[in-house]
């Protein structure tokens, strides 16, 4: 549960999806007294003002003795923007309602703190379990060093992603395929297997309506399939392309890969004979890189289930059946156990044009919790 003004605060925090990233989504609001509302704001932008910033600057002088309901810990050090905790001391703010606590093993704390120190009231927790959701991809990288991972399927009602012949554009309507692009603008990168890229030739770049930026394009290609002439190598894309493959691939191909313009990422091969999921998002995490819509076909979501590195799934249910034995269905792989599954929640649960879109969090596995660095480690 949440009050209404850290409802609110959550809410004004939706405005910078898809703006923030490597950067949390955040949402800040100043109350008088009396709780009449005196100020908001968000963090619109990386390296622009934080939400708590932005609310006192509108707040101005009427913020002395007032409360500043804000979604994340207020930021205690000097990254781009200086320390949120020293301009709301100096605001003369009171009370310091947080929804999370910052879990950044480097600052996890300072905030509150600081402001505890300065003599403020703070309180913790109020709409915590929204403020978690909304930060799921910031809090899953700050705690886990890995990417938040949302796989995305288009499919029949009878579970299949193509026809019999590998036939799959377009599975869905126009109005699902605009709502797949929102995901994109939502993501810092989108990741596809080699077979994808030669059977449908993507560019994997967005083309919503609405304002927003192309994902880090990354293919996962073991044995050097893909040819530089690929659609994904697109010299207008706003974003590099990655291309993840072993160390049996030849140096020419690599170099045809780089004269396109893409970069070629050397990785081990894991267990399936495949580059290693483990290996591809740590190097992802190192670069910062919070979250990873896979559109890969079934062998590709099949790792990742396989893996149980998935958080979030969001499927597109097209009301035709297809049948075939050998139709591919959305997810490949070793498969896991009627016993233990991996069970999600779904979150929504809407109509987008004639197709009905799902989408659902993985609820905690172990595996979510699990250090990357072991797993590579223990060569899975």
Not at 198 to 217: E, M, Q, S
Not at 276 to 286: F, G, M, N, R, T
Request: hydrophobic content about 40%.
């Amino acid at each position: 549960m949440a009050s209404r003004w850290m409802e609110r605060a959550l809410s004004l925090a939706r405005r910078g999806l898809g703006h923030t990233s490597p950067n949390p989504l955040v949402g800040a609001v100043i109350v008088d007294a009396e709780d009449h509302l005196l100020a908001e704001g968000y963090h619109r932008r990386a390296g622009g003002a934080h939400a708590e910033i932005a609310a006192l600057k509108k707040a101005g002088t009427k913020a002395r003795g007032a409360t500043l309901y804000v979604t994340l810990e207020p930021c205690n050090h000097t990254g781009r923007t200086p320390p949120c905790t020293e301009a709301i001391i100096a605001s003369g703010i009171r009370r310091v309602v947080v929804a999370i606590a910052d879990p950044n093993p480097h600052v996890t704390g300072g905030g509150i703190a600081r402001l505890l120190q300065a003599g403020l009231t703070v309180s913790v927790g109020d709409g915590a379990n929204l403020a978690e959701k909304l930060n799921g991809a910031f809090l899953t990288w700050s705690r886990y060093h890995r990417p938040w991972i949302t796989l995305k399927a288009a499919i029949s009602l009878d579970g299949k992603i193509a026809d019999e012949s590998g036939a799959s554009k377009y599975l869905t309507s126009q109005k699902a395929l605009e709502h797949a692009h929102r995901l994109r603008r939502e993501h810092d990168a989108i990741l596809v297997g080699s077979g994808t890229v030669l059977t449908d030739n993507p560019r994997l770049t967005y083309r919503g309506t609405v304002r927003g930026h192309d994902p880090i394009r990354v293919v996962l290609d073991t044995r050097g399939r893909i040819g530089p002439d690929a659609q994904v190598f697109d010299p207008g894309a706003s974003s590099p392309c990655l291309v993840f493959t072993g160390d049996e691939t030849s140096v020419d191909w690599e170099r045809s890969i780089f004269s396109s313009g893409g970069e070629v990422i050397r990785v081990a091969i894991g267990a399936d004979g495949h580059v290693s999921i483990p290996e591809v998002l740590q190097h992802l995490a190192d670069r910062r890189i919070l979250s990873v819509l896979v559109e890969g076909g079934a062998r590709i979501h099949g790792a990742f289930v396989d893996h149980q590195w998935v958080d979030r799934w969001v499927g597109y249910i097209a009301p035709l059946i297809l049948g075939g034995s050998n139709a591919p269905s959305a997810v490949a792989g070793k498969g896991l156990p009627l016993q233990a599954p991996m069970r999600l929640e779904v979150d929504k649960v809407f109509k987008r044009g004639p197709d009905v879109m799902i989408d659902a969090r993985v609820i905690t596995v172990a595996s979510k919790e699990a250090s990357l660095s072991d797993v590579i480690h223990q060569g899975v």
